[in-house]
C-alpha cells in the first residue's frame, strides 16, 4: 500500500501501538555537534518507528523545548546525520536557553503528516525521558513548515482539551500544502522540455512529465546537470554562454520566474521528488496540472502556450494530496511566520496562499507574519530567530500579540549577542506585505 492516504492511516496506527514500547526507547548520551555549546547535554537514537533524532538541552535550561521539523523531503532512508546537520544549523536555539528536538522521520521522500506523526512521537519521548516542559514550542523550517502547520493542526486540541504545542513558528514555509507549492515545478519542466527537449532525449523513451522520471531511470543529477549545461549554459560563466544558450535561459527563467542560482536544484525537485510523490505515494496518479494555464514571459507567448505539454491532474491524486498536506486553517494556538523576501526556493507569495486559508478558517487572528529582506532560504541572519521565539513566547505567556515592529525591535536586541561581530544583521521589514501567489505561479 502506497498511496498518501494509507499511509497516513497505518502511520496513525502504529503511533499509537508505539506507545506500548514507548518506555524502551530512550536518548542515549553523545557529545554535541559542532556550534551547539559546549555545556549542552545532547542524546540521540533511533525511536520505535525507524526515525533518528537528536536531542539537545543547555545547562541553564528555560524549561521551553523547541521541537523541530526539518525541511525537504530528503528522498534517501532516515540517518541520524539528518538531524544532526538540522542540530548544528539550529544551535542558536540552544545557545538561546531552549532545548531542541528534531527527528529525521522514519523514511525518506515525501508524506507530511507522517512527518507530523513522527515529531509527535519524538516529542512524547522527550517528556517521557526529561519531564514535562513549561512550554513547548513547534518550529518548522521549508518543507517542515508544512509539516508543522499540519501538526499543528492535528495535535491543536486533543478531545476539546488543549494540545501539547503551545505556539508554532514556520520560517521559510513551504505553505499552502503539496498541491499549490510545487505547481510551478510542473511548470518548469514543461517550459524546459518545450525549449531544450533533452529532459528525455528524442531519442529515450517518452513519458507524461508529471511522473518526474520513469522508475527505471538510470539518470542521474550529474546527468542532468550536464543537460541543463549543454540547453542553457547554466553552470559556466555567462560570458561563455552561445547566444542561443543565453536565449534559452532567458526565455525558462522570465517564463517560471526562478532566480538562475536554483534552477538546477528545482529541476531535481521535479525530477525525483515528483518521481517519489507521484510513483511511490499517489500509486502513479498524477496531482498537477496546466490544461488552461496561460505562460506568459517569452519571446513568442503564442507559440510557447500551443508547443508546451499540457496536463490534466487526476482528482484522486488531488485529493489524496491535499489530505496530507494542505492545512485546513483552524488554528488553535499562535502561529508566528519569518519568511525571506528574496526566498529562492519557497516562494514569498506562499505566505500569502497561506494567510488567505488561515482568514477563510477564520483564524486569521492567531497567525502573525513576518518577512526579512533576506535572499536565502536554508537560514537567516541568526539574531532573527531568537527574535521570534521571544514574541511567541511573549504570545503566549503574556497575552501580548506580536507586530513586526517588536519582532525588529526584539532582533535589533539581540544583534549584540548573536550578530557575530556585525556580520549577522537584523533585516525585518515591517511594512512588506506579500503579493499573491498567481502572481508568480499562473492559476490552474
Known amino acids: 500500500m502506497k498511496t498518501l492516504t494509507r499511509l497516513s492511516l497505518l502511520a496513525a496506527l502504529a503511533l499509537g501501538a508505539a506507545t506500548a514500547h514507548a518506555a524502551s526507547d530512550r536518548a542515549r548520551p553523545a557529545p554535541c555537534p559542532k556550534d551547539v555549546p559546549t555545556d549542552a547535554r545532547c542524546y540521540n537514537g533511533q525511536d520505535s ?45 540552544v545557545k538561546a536557553g531552549y ?30 525521558q526529561f519531564g514535562q516542559p ?109 547566444p542561443e544558450q543565453a536565449a534559452r535561459l532567458k526565455t525558462i527563467l522570465s517564463v517560471v520566474k526562478i532566480p538562475e542560482r536554483t534552477f538546477v536544484s528545482n529541476m531535481n525537485w521535479a525530477t525525483w521528488l515528483f518521481r517519489d510523490l507521484t510513483q511511490e505515494r499517489l500509486d502513479g496518479r498524477n496531482p498537477f496540472g496546466n490544461e488552461k494555464v496561460v505562460y506568459g514571459g517569452s519571446a513568442d507567448d503564442a507559440a510557447l502556450n500551443a508547443g508546451v505539454a499540457r496536463y490534466r491532474a487526476d482528482p484522486l491524486a488531488v485529493g489524496r494530496l491535499m489530505v496530507d498536506s494542505t492545512p485546513t486553517g483552524r488554528l488553535a494556538m499562535p502561529v508566528l511566520t519569518l519568511h525571506a523576501i528574496h526566498d529562492p526556493t519557497a516562494f514569498v507569495e506562499l505566505e500569502s496562499a497561506y494567510r488567505e486559508i488561515v482568514d477563510r478558517a477564520g483564524s486569521g487572528d492567531r497567525l502573525v507574519q513576518t518577512f526579512s529582506d533576506d535572499a536565502e532560504h536554508s537560514y537567516l541572519s541568526e539574531p532573527q530567530y531568537p527574535a521570534v521565539f521571544t514574541a511567541l513566547m511573549d504570545w503566549v505567556d503574556k497575552g501580548e500579540k506580536p507586530t513586526p515592529e517588536k519582532v ?12 557575530h561581530g556585525g556580520k549577522q544583521t537584523c533585516r525585518i521589514q515591517v511594512g512588506y506585505q506579500p503579493p499573491p501567489l498567481s502572481s508568480r505561479v499562473p492559476p490552474r
Open 49 to 93: 518507528e525507524g526515525a533518528y533524532y537528536w536531542i539537545a538541552i543547555p545547562r541553564d535550561w528555560n524549561r521551553v523545548l523547541v521541537m523541530h521539523a526539518h525541511g525537504g523531503p530528503d528522498l534517501g532512508p532516515s540517518t541520524l546525520k539528518r538531524s544532526q546537520a538540522d542540530l548544528t544549523r539550529w544551535a542558536v536555539t
Open 408 to 419: 525588529a525591535r526584539l532582533c535589533k536586541g539581540y544583534e549584540r549577542d548573536y550578530g
Open 134 to 242: 513549561r512550554r513547548t514550542l513547534l518550529h518548522g523550517q521549508s518543507y517542515g513548515g508544512g509539516v508543522a502547520s499540519k501538526a499543528a493542526e492535528l495535535y491543536g486540541t486533543i478531545e476539546g482539551r488543549p494540545g501539547p504545542y503551545d505556539a508554532v513558528l514556520l520560517t521559510s514555509g513551504v505553505l499552502g500544502g503539496g498541491n499549490t507549492a510545487y505547481d510551478f515545478r510542473l511548470d518548469l519542466r514543461v517550459v524546459y522540455q518545450y525549449v531544450c527537449r533533452n529532459h528525455p532525449r528524442p531519442d529515450e523513451p517518452q513519458y507524461p512529465l508529471w511522473m518526474g522520471l520513469p522508475k527505471d531511470s538510470t539518470l542521474t543529477r550529474a546527468d542532468l546537470a550536464a543537460r541543463i549545461k549543454a540547453c542553457t549554459g547554466v553552470g559556466m560563466p555567462a560570458a561563455q554562454r552561445s
Open 99 to 128: 532545548a531542541w528536538a528534531g527527528s529525521s522521520y522514519r523514511r525518506g521522500g515525501y508524506g507530511v503528516t507522517m512527518a507530523a506523526e513522527d515529531t509527535e512521537r519524538l516529542r512524547r519521548l522527550f517528556v517521557r
